[in-house]
């Protein structure tokens, strides 16, 4: 930990001073290197990554790097209301268990085969994350991955890996589904319209297109899950472990 902090203040430091020699005057030499600090900190020593961002953010503040109005402009607190209203609406869904309950009834495939299951992780992640966010449709996905890959004993990291990746694209459909497109939309003018008309029907095709992909890469694996699944048994499964229901206390 010792060495870490003194290779990142070496860095930091040593970048400030050269970019003086290239015409940085003092206040974008210590901008830069306090972005370095909270960049490297950040990759360094993960636990501590807030602390590092507010650090960093106070001290441009008490060296008058960057001034009270610019720094509430640059933040873009619009964003960020909007992201915690989505979140809470998000939180009070999750708890009457509308995103579990919605994951749980796709899963129950007829004639369930490794296929199908492929297709259900990257239809249901795209979509959860295109109609909520990223974060909230990757937490249900690799729970249920999780618990079927266990009931059929097999490697659950190739799925998760889909799901994530599949997870990325449909948050690329909306303006919900990542806060970067949020950013986007306000910074740019942007409508949902916009989004649903122009970044929708390219995120489907990237989907067709890793579904395609993923297929042949994790071959494999979706015929060591084809034995799996005629030796267990599909239907009976899904229809007792994919059973999420409603706890009342959580409505009330």
């Known amino acids: 930990m010792i060495r870490k902090f003194i290779l990142l203040f070496i860095i930091s430091i040593s970048t400030g001073l ?6 940085f005057n003092s206040h974008q030499a210590l901008a830069l290197s306090i972005f370095l600090t909270s960049v490297l900190g950040t990759l360094f020593f993960w636990s501590f990554r807030v602390a590092f961002v507010f650090v960093g953010s106070s001290l441009l503040l008490l060296t008058n790097t960057i001034n009270f109005e610019s720094f509430i402009k640059a933040a873009s607190l619009d964003v ?3 992201l915690m209203g989505m979140m809470v609406a998000v939180g009070l869904l999750k708890d009457t268990g509308l995103f579990a309950w919605i994951v749980g009834f796709m899963l129950r495939i007829k004639n369930l085969t490794a296929n199908k299951f492929l297709m259900a992780i990257c239809v249901i992640s795209a979509l959860l994350s295109a109609m909520t966010s990223e974060v909230v449709s990757i937490i249900f996905v690799v729970a249920a991955v999780l618990e079927i890959c266990d ?9 998760i890996i889909i799901s ?6 449909g948050s690329s459909a909306t303006v919900l589904g990542n806060p970067i497109g949020i950013l986007i939309a306000t910074k740019a003018g942007l409508t949902f319209e916009d989004f649903i008309v122009k970044a929708f029907p390219l995120a489907m095709i990237c989907l067709v297109v890793l579904i ?10 979706l015929i060591h899950l084809d034995a799996k699944i ?9 229809i007792k472990l994919i059973s999420v229901p409603i706890e009342r206390e959580s409505l009330k």
């Open 80 to 82: 960020i209301l909007f």
């Open 230 to 238: 005629k030796d267990f048994g599909a239907n009976e499964m899904l």
């Open 164 to 169: 994530v990746l599949a997870t990325n694209i």
């Open 151 to 159: 009931y059929f004993e097999v490697d659950p990291v190739p799925f």
């Open 18 to 23: 050269l970019s003086t020699t290239i015409g």
């Open 212 to 221: 395609f992909i993923v297929k042949i890469w994790y071959r494999k694996t």
